[in-house]
C-alpha cells in the first residue's frame, strides 16, 4: 500500500510538472486595465525572446489598448456561425497545435458559442495548460461563483458569466489590478472605457463611487486569499499546525442552502481547506414526501457546491443536530456553518433543544459554529 501511495505521489508530481504555469489578473470592474497589462506584459516577454502569441484579446475598441497589438503575434481565431451570424472564437485546438511558451487569453468568465467542444473558456484554458502551454488570462471580481451574492446585492446585477472558484486555485500567480474610485471614474468620463452614449449610465448604476469602492474591497481581499493559499500550500508547516475543515450544513430551504454554500466556499478558499456541503434527509423530507420544486432545488444546490470545490455528504437520520455531529467525528471537521434560521414560535421552541444539543456537542469537541446570515 505504502509503495502504490508514494508511485501515485511521484506520478502526481510528474503530472504537475507537465502543466502550464498559469498567470491571473484580477480587476475590480472593466476599465482597470487589466487587457492593458497583460499586452505590455507580452511585449516585454517578446522583447526578452520569449515564444509567446495572442491567442484571444478583447480591447473593447480602447484605442490605447488596441495600439498595443502592433507587433505581437496572433493566433487566428476560430470562425463559426451562430443565428446566421458570423462570430469568432478562441481557437484551442490550433492553440496547442502551435504550442507557445505563453499564450494570452483573455476574457477568463466568457461563455463559448453553442457547439463549441467546451460551454466556457475556463475550460478551453484548462485543456491548455493540460497540453503544457503556460496561459496569462483576466477576469474581473463580479464573475467569481462564490461571490455571486454579495455582487448581486452591492450593484443589483446578477451577473451570468461566472467562473468557479477552483479555477482560481489553479492559478500560480495571481495579480490585482488596482485603481481608487477617482482614476477609474475619471477614465470613465474620459471616454476610455465605453462609449461617449454609455457613461452616464454606468456612473449611475455600476460605477457610482460607493459601488467602485465595496468592488475594490473584495478584489484586494480576493487576491490575499490567493497568497494565503500559496502560504499554506508551499510553506512546510509543524505537524501541530491543525488543518482547517469546514462543514457546510444545508436544507431544502434552496435561498438558505445557496448563501450557506457560497459562504462556506469563501472560507474555505481563504484558509485554502477542505469543505464538505451535509444535507440530513429526515423522515418527513423522504423521496415520496418531499416536493418535487424541493428535490429540484437541492439537486442545482449540490450541482453548485461540487463545482465550488465541496463534497457533498448526504445521510439519512431523524435527528439533524446528532447528524451533523457524527459528521464532525468521521470528518475532523473544525468548523460547521449554518444558515439562519427562519421559523415560527412553534417551530422555535422545538428548534432550542436541537440547537442547544449541537452548540454544546460542538463547544465540547472544540469545533467553532458560524451562523451565515
Wanted: with cysteine; charged share 25%.
Amino acid at each position: 500500500m505504502e509503495e502504490r501511495k508514494d508511485a501515485e505521489h511521484f506520478l502526481s508530481l510528474i503530472k504537475k510538472s507537465r502543466k502550464g504555469k498559469f498567470k491571473l489578473y484580477i480587476g475590480m470592474s472593466a476599465g482597470v486595465g487589466k487587457t492593458y497589462r497583460m499586452l505590455q506584459e507580452a511585449h516585454m516577454l517578446l522583447h526578452n525572446g520569449i515564444d509567446i502569441k495572442i491567442g484571444y484579446i478583447e480591447t473593447h475598441n480602447r484605442k490605447e489598448t488596441h495600439a498595443l497589438l502592433d507587433g505581437l503575434p496572433m493566433i487566428p481565431r476560430r470562425k463559426l456561425f451562430y443565428k446566421g451570424k458570423e462570430l469568432e472564437e478562441l481557437d484551442v485546438q490550433a492553440v496547442i497545435n502551435l504550442h507557445p511558451e505563453i499564450v494570452i487569453i483573455d476574457e477568463l468568465a466568457h461563455s463559448n458559442i453553442e457547439g463549441s467542444l467546451n460551454a466556457k473558456r475556463w475550460q478551453d484554458i484548462i485543456d491548455i495548460l493540460d497540453a503544457g502551454i503556460n496561459v496569462i488570462s483576466a477576469v474581473n471580481i463580479q464573475h467569481i461563483e462564490s461571490l455571486h451574492d454579495e455582487i448581486k446585492d452591492i450593484t443589483g446585477i446578477d451577473v451570468q458569466e461566472r467562473i468557479p472558484d477552483s479555477v482560481l486555485g489553479l492559478a500560480d500567480e495571481v495579480v490585482n489590478i488596482d485603481l481608487t474610485a477617482e482614476e477609474l471614474i475619471n477614465r470613465l468620463k474620459e471616454g476610455k472605457i465605453y462609449d461617449p452614449a454609455k457613461i452616464e449610465m454606468a456612473l449611475a448604476n455600476f460605477f457610482s463611487s460607493d459601488h467602485i469602492l465595496q468592488l475594490r474591497e473584495l478584489a484586494l481581499k480576493e487576491v490575499a486569499s490567493q497568497v494565503q493559499r500559496k502560504v499554506e500550500t508551499e510553506v512546510i508547516h509543524h505537524k501541530y499546525v491543525k488543518k482547517e475543515q469546514f462543514l457546510a450544513c444545508i436544507s431544502s430551504n434552496e435561498k438558505t442552502a445557496t448563501i450557506v454554500i457560497r459562504k462556506t466556499a469563501r472560507l474555505a478558499n481563504y484558509y485554502n481547506s477542505k469543505w464538505f456541503v451535509l444535507y440530513v434527509q429526515t423522515p418527513k423530507e423522504s423521496v415520496a414526501k418531499i416536493a418535487l420544486d424541493k428535490q429540484r432545488h437541492l439537486i442545482n444546490n449540490f450541482k453548485l457546491a461540487t463545482e465550488l470545490g465541496a463534497e457533498i455528504i448526504k445521510v439519512n437520520h431523524s435527528k439533524i443536530a446528532k447528524a451533523i455531529i457524527e459528521q464532525c467525528e468521521a470528518r475532523q471537521i473544525t468548523t460547521v456553518c449554518i444558515g439562519k434560521p427562519h421559523l415560527g414560535l412553534i417551530k422555535i421552541i422545538w428548534a432550542t433543544n436541537t440547537f442547544n444539543t449541537l452548540l454544546t456537542k460542538l463547544s465540547n469537541e472544540k469545533i467553532d459554529l458560524i451562523i451565515l446570515s
